[in-house]
């Protein structure tokens, strides 16, 4: 049987892809070896936020003299079971009603790993040992974590971001690889959680990628927080429960995550053939095309469900692929939210204007009891070219920027709308007026 659309691999990108295609009345069919929702619903995105939300409650717990009540004399004991029911509970819903959603909307679904065999330049599909054709086939195999050759995976004491959520119970001593999103969210949720926490980086600063002045202030939240950190190291040996680092330093750890970043996943191709993916998510292959994780070096949720829907409009609507500024996010308290250029990437800074505001200037986050962080935005001839910023609710302030960006609005067209008083989000124009 022939189908207009074959997806392999039910991710964020494969998901949009095959709601955009159930719209146009295309017939399609999906593969996904593991479980609907890819990395994101299933070992990524939510389990790990639901556990981050669990986590920050009781962190919450400790802070109630601040908010004017008193300490209860038998203070609250966590139970991570529970915490862990509550994510698997979460992503299990999420998952039946996707699978339901597509079944009822004629949508085939194949449980099996999906190969390519290509022939005079066009792919079908081998599943199961079935064959499958399709007019255009979709790759959204998304990635993996990366692994380090010198401390290679073993699920029990040496973790990836996947197998960090398997765990029953956590262990008091914790060492943490890398200092990007999973590294840092993970560190915030051990440490709210009265964990001993140590992250090794190897670049000259944590969250390598952020703008500078974000890297500081998120080491000077991690020293707030007791979480300790090397910086411009590596971990060479993993003994005994002992890590050394190159200089010789010895860490005492009952873990170690390793979360230096992922790789791309792509399905196996039968014969001598490799695979090549171009900028447009077209291939080698005519009848094949990549999306996400696969084609993306920001593998990020949001950017393959963006690229998704691009690569559909191109195909079916004759629409031009279209760029746009993308967030990117690390959760947490507070919240880190950037976009687009970071003050690092200027090169003639006499052609930028950087407007910035410490969050002690909002009377929200005295209320809150939320004063740790800033909003930074980088402008260019009236127009914003990036922001960065740190604060509560800066996931949702951070896609006021990106709008104005998309729609081309000027500073003044921003300092000229109204925002409601007192909140987070009028920070964005208080940024903006502070000359």
């Not at 060479?236 to 992922?262: C, F, M, W």
């Not at 593998?299 to 998704?308: C, D, V």
């Not at 609005?409 to 208080?430: N, R, W």
């Amino acid at each position: 049987m022939e189908y207009d659309v074959a997806v392999i691999g039910l991710g964020p990108a494969g998901l949009e892809f095959v709601k955009k295609s159930i719209k146009s009345g295309l017939k399609i069919i999906a593969f996904e070896k593991t479980s609907i929702g890819g990395t994101c619903l299933n070992v990524g995105c939510i389990p790990t936020k639901t556990i981050l939300s669990c986590s920050e409650v009781f962190l919450k717990l400790k802070e109630l003299d601040k908010f004017g009540i008193n300490k209860l004399e038998d203070f609250p004991q966590y139970s991570y079971e529970k915490m862990c029911l509550k994510k698997d509970s979460i992503v299990e819903k999420f998952t039946k009603a996707l699978k339901k959603d597509f079944k009822s909307k004629g949508v085939t679904i194949i449980e099996g790993e999906a190969a390519l065999s290509v022939e005079n330049g066009f792919a079908k599909i081998i599943s199961n040992g079935e064959e499958y054709f399709a007019q255009k086939i979709i790759i959204s195999t998304g990635s993996k974590p990366y692994e380090l050759k010198n401390l290679p995976f073993n699920q029990k004491d040496i973790l990836n971001s996947d197998d960090v959520l398997k765990l029953k119970e956590i262990p008091q001593n914790i060492l943490i690889i890398g200092s990007g999103a999973i590294g840092l969210e993970w560190a915030q949720i051990f440490s709210n959680l009265d964990k001993n926490v140590v992250i090794v980086e190897k670049a000259d600063r944590l969250s390598p990628q952020s703008d500078f002045e974000v890297s500081q202030r998120i080491e000077r939240i991690l020293k707030t927080r007791k979480i300790k950190f090397f910086k411009n190291s590596e971990v060479k040996s993993y003994e005994n429960k002992v890590a050394t680092l190159i200089d010789g330093t010895q860490i005492p750890s009952d873990i170690i995550l390793v979360a230096v970043g992922r790789s791309a996943l792509l399905p196996n191709i039968e014969g001598d053939f490799e695979i090549q993916i171009n900028k447009d998510y077209t291939t080698n292959i005519k009848n094949v095309y990549a999306i996400g994780d696969t084609q993306s070096s920001a593998k990020l949720a949001h950017i393959a469900s963006y690229q998704a829907k691009s690569l559909f409009d191109s195909l079916y609507n004759s629409k031009k692929i279209a760029d746009s500024p993308y967030p990117a996010i690390i959760y947490g308290n507070p919240e880190i939210a950037s976009c687009a250029m970071r003050e690092d990437d200027i090169v003639n800074p006499e052609e930028y204007k950087i407007f910035k505001l410490p969050l002690t200037f909002l009377p929200k986050a005295w209320c809150d009891n939320k004063i740790e962080g800033f909003i930074k935005i980088i402008t260019k001839e009236g127009k914003i070219k990036g922001a960065h910023i740190i604060a509560p609710e800066a996931s949702s302030l951070i896609m006021q920027i990106i709008i104005a960006m998309k729609g081309n609005l000027s500073i003044e067209d921003i300092k000229d709308t109204i925002f409601a008083h007192p909140t987070y989000s009028e920070g964005i124009l208080e940024a903006l007026n502070n000359d």
